[in-house]
């Protein structure tokens, strides 16, 4: 072989070194960033669902003076003509969540379950039997409050709802769409409804009346959230469309 010819195989074989060299720090790289870094994005991750988890809770008023325990709407969903809710006890000794199914027009309501946390509530293998809450005892005064039968029940449950949120803030979405006929206070009230009655709305999509008066369309958290508020007699009455 030639000097030239080596030459050129020399330089062949340094260019094949060079790369195999940058292609395994290459490699190096690539693993220290992915181990340095993948536990922060882990943390953000669930940082994040640790925030969309939490719930927002009312106070619910108790009557009777002898029960120790402080009670807490933590979850009201629709279920045909009634609700399911879950709230909490404080004791003095332990803090329990229970789950009831409430029916408002019927007055009757039926344990389904219970647990130390929100998280681990065990329903029942079998439904609890409808019973009627008894008046100035805590099922009574839950089922009051979920349905709003009373007038006084529906003032103190308002004001402990204030008391918790305290001077109440909202937020309106940039594109929101307000009809010009609801003002700061109408929009207000409309908020307090729905948090009163266990719902979220935390920024406002839309608000407005409806067509054939008598009450208010309201969306909330991005349209993802829908509510219908009606005045009647005097109880204001949210329902979740």
């Given at each position: 072989?030639?000097s030239k010819q080596q ?37 953000t991750e669930s940082e ?194």
């Amino acid at each position: 072989m030639s000097s030239k010819q080596q030459g050129k195989a020399g330089v062949v074989l340094l260019i094949i070194v060079v790369l195999i060299v940058f292609l395994a720090s290459l490699a190096i790289s690539s693993s220290w960033n992915t181990d340095e870094y993948s536990p922060i994005v882990t943390q953000t991750e669930s940082e994040i669902k640790g925030t969309e988890s939490k719930e927002v809770e009312v106070p619910i008023p108790i009557s009777d003076s002898s029960d120790r325990g402080k009670y807490f709407l933590v979850s009201k969903e629709s279920n045909n003509d009634g609700f399911i809710v879950i709230y909490k006890r404080i004791g003095v000794e332990q803090t329990l969540f229970n789950k009831y199914e409430i029916k408002c027009k019927t007055g009757k309501m039926r344990v389904l379950g219970e647990g130390d946390s929100i998280d681990n509530i065990k329903n029942y293998s079998e439904k609890g039997s409808w019973f009627t809450p008894v008046s100035e005892a805590s099922t009574g005064d839950t089922f009051n409050f979920i349905c709003g039968k009373n007038k006084k029940t529906n003032e103190v449950r308002e004001s402990s709802v204030k008391q918790s949120f305290g001077n109440l803030q909202y937020k309106v979405e940039p594109e929101a769409i307000i009809n010009s006929k609801i003002d700061e206070d109408i929009l207000s009230q409309l908020i307090l409804a729905v948090l009163v009655n266990g719902y979220k709305c935390d920024t406002v999509s839309s608000a407005i009346p409806y067509i054939r008066g008598g009450g208010y369309t309201m969306q909330c958290n991005n349209y993802q959230h829908k509510y219908e508020i009606e005045d009647k007699g005097g109880n204001i009455v949210v329902t979740v469309q």
